[in-house]
């Protein structure tokens, strides 16, 4: 039991500590220990990369927000169409140009505007149905690996028919069977998206649940639910972590599928996925309508994957040493 | 070993049912029974008719009844037929596996030739400019969404060679390999090159990672000390070890993509699997999503279960548990 592995010894068994100096004693604070958190950050805000990744985010996090702002400056509506200064004689979209910065689309829409409102629709579901499946995944794994046994057993042959159901196809049919909204997406995409965190989850919690620790709060007279949450739990913090940053571009991927395939967040709310999908019809006269949404998925894709990365390396000094 | 076995298939067979039982829930639940005998019944259809036509394909049965007859079929060899043409279900698969099949053994031989071989350099040349090259390519492929990564290279590679005088690449569709080799290669770079370049990422990772930890090894300083080449040491003492969780991780992703590539086949217009699925969804053709479905779900537990038999052969230990 003396060789924990790595991210064992890097769990934090409290929350980090809010650094609010004044509340501290004196005493204290002459040896100030670094919590494993902050240890983390520290890494994390050494690589430079991660930190680039980040301020992309926060850009496009910005841009979703002050969504609004671009149509007001533009004077173009998300959804309004201007089939006379925007839309050829012949039907065919505008290039870039001073007025419409990014073009426009087959019916005449401001293109740059709704970039900037689909962002807000990958963002949100990428965000929210991430926190939503990593939520059940926890759950769930640590149920299962927790009380072993039968529930365990349940709980494992529910993991596996997840997984080995194909996601696409099952997420259509489910769409496709209620009305497209923005709530059935994320639920959808949750559904599927559960049962990967769990797996991670629950084999953690197998070789947790032996430590000592974890007998002696049983000895105590612990409840199951408190030994899961309170014991356990924050020792698989640092994992779920990791897989929260790493799982959002996956996620907002899939949104972005769903809404190609046409059952995603029902038009005519902007949406990436959903405008490359109109711009596929007409790519030969319009390039723009298809090379500046796909930019737009790619360099959000491309910063969560790459602050996943440092987010991995930051939590994990064992990849760390490996990788860099 | 056989008890091993045994356990397996019947754990898979189990997933199987389980899996069709949740599409004709589905099923059940949406509009899909009734919409399906109004079309076929036609628009001015009165009640009568459209009865009649639910009774003709079995929809006015409770769903265990429904069932029941599925399961018996599937005994048979049979998986049914389509609602609208009455085509039989193993024939339209037929028909669609082909396609979906060259477009994923072609894939995955690209994706695998690719990710072992940047892995490796990456892995050799640890943190040199190549390395850091390939690592960067390699998250910009693995970020990048497969219709988004498919429509740039028709974009570039159809729109804009044509638009230049350099007409090579068809926009899409299929040749099948019967009617004309030279054209059914020509459709599928343009697929191939798109599901290998987004598949390709993890392979990197996993071959760089495993290689790097093999190399670490002490039998591999054993190799080193008795003095063999620097090549061979690498290829056949490390890359030997290092490829089994890359074979495993093959296995498990030619597995699901047997079930059909929705997307890339969607961009291509390559009517596979995947692509009939969509449509099926679409006209809620049960007995063809149904029969699909089943098809894939199948190549992934059987996948799965080749991977785990390998492995069982290859390390003992994992046979215990």
Do not use: C
Request: aromatic share 10%.
């Amino acid at each position: 039991m003396s060789n924990l592995p790595p991210q064992e010894v890097m769990s934090p068994t409290a929350p980090a500590v809010p650094a609010e100096d004044d509340l501290v004693p004196e005493a204290a604070r002459v040896i100030e220990g670094r919590s494993p958190w902050r240890l983390a950050y520290e890494r994390l805000h050494r690589d430079r990369a991660a930190m680039i990744a980040l301020g992309v985010i926060l850009v496009i996090v910005v841009v979703a927000i002050a969504a609004p702002v671009f149509s007001l400056v533009t004077g173009h509506g998300p959804d309004q169409q201007f089939r006379t200064t925007g839309l050829h004689s012949d039907g065919l979209p505008y290039a870039p140009n001073a007025r419409f910065l990014l073009g426009t689309d087959d019916q005449g829409r401001d293109i740059l505007v709704r970039i900037a409102y689909g962002a807000r629709i990958s963002l949100l579901v990428g965000v929210v149905a991430t926190l939503l499946e990593v939520a059940i995944g926890t759950i769930l794994g640590l149920a299962a690996g927790y009380f072993g046994g039968a529930v365990d057993t349940l709980i494992a042959r529910l993991i596996d028919i997840v997984l080995s159901i194909p996601f696409l196809l099952f997420a259509i049919s489910l769409v496709s069977i209620s009305h497209p909204s923005l709530k059935i997406v994320i639920i959808v995409i949750a559904v599927f998206g559960w049962a990967a965190v769990a797996r991670i989850v629950r084999g953690q919690v197998f070789s947790i649940r032996e430590k000592e620790y974890i007998e002696a709060a049983r000895s105590l007279g612990a409840s199951p639910w408190r030994i899961m949450f309170i014991d356990i739990l924050p020792n698989v913090v640092a994992p779920i972590t990791v897989y929260i940053t790493l799982l959002i571009p996956v996620t907002i991927v899939a949104e972005a599928s769903l809404s190609y395939l046409g059952v995603g967040v029902p038009p005519p709310t902007p949406d990436w996925g959903q405008m490359i999908a109109e711009a596929q019809n007409i790519y030969q006269q319009a390039w723009w309508f298809l090379v500046f949404p796909s930019l737009a998925l790619l360099i959000t894709t491309v910063a969560f994957n790459i602050l996943g990365d440092g987010v991995r390396d930051a939590l994990d000094p064992r990849t760390q040493q490996l990788f860099k | 070993m056989v008890r091993f076995l045994i356990r397996r298939v019947l754990t898979g067979a189990l997933v199987l049912l389980l899996v069709t039982m949740v599409v004709f829930v589905i099923f059940y639940v949406g509009p899909g029974p009734k919409a399906v005998a109004h079309v076929l019944a036609g628009k001015q259809a009165s009640p009568s008719e459209i009865a009649a036509e639910a009774k003709r394909l079995h929809l006015n049965l409770p769903l265990w009844h429904q069932y029941w007859i599925f399961l018996v079929n599937i005994l048979h060899g049979n998986l049914g037929y389509d609602y609208y043409h009455g085509e039989s279900v193993v024939s339209i698969i037929g028909q669609a596996f082909p396609i979906t099949l060259s477009l994923a053994l072609g894939a995955a031989v690209l994706w695998l030739t690719i990710g072992v071989l940047t892995g490796v350099v990456s892995a050799v040349r640890s943190r040199s400019v190549a390395d850091r090259v390939l690592t960067v390519a390699a998250l910009v492929f693995y970020s990048m969404p497969t219709f988004v990564l498919g429509l740039l290279m028709l974009l570039v590679f159809y729109y804009v060679l044509t638009t230049h005088g350099l007409a090579f690449f068809p926009p899409g569709g299929y040749t099948p390999i019967g009617t004309s080799p030279w054209l059914w290669f020509k459709g599928l770079i343009l697929p191939w090159i798109t599901l290998a370049l987004v598949s390709a990422a993890p392979y990197t990772r996993l071959t760089r990672g495993a290689l790097l930890d093999v190399l670490g090894e002490d039998y591999i300083r054993t190799a080193r000390a008795k003095g063999l080449a620097e090549r061979r040491v690498t290829y056949r003492h490390g890359l030997r070890a290092a490829l089994t969780p890359v074979a495993s991780q093959f296995g498990i992703d030619v597995g699901v993509l047997l079930g059909g590539a929705v997307i890339t086949e969607t961009v291509f217009s390559m009517p596979g699997l995947g692509y009939t699925a969509v449509q099926a969804i679409q006209t809620q053709d049960l007995p063809v999503i149904i029969g699909i479905v089943l098809i894939a779900a199948t190549a992934v537990v059987v996948a799965n279960l080749l991977v785990d038999i390998v492995y069982a052969l290859l390390d003992p230990r994992v046979r215990l548990h």
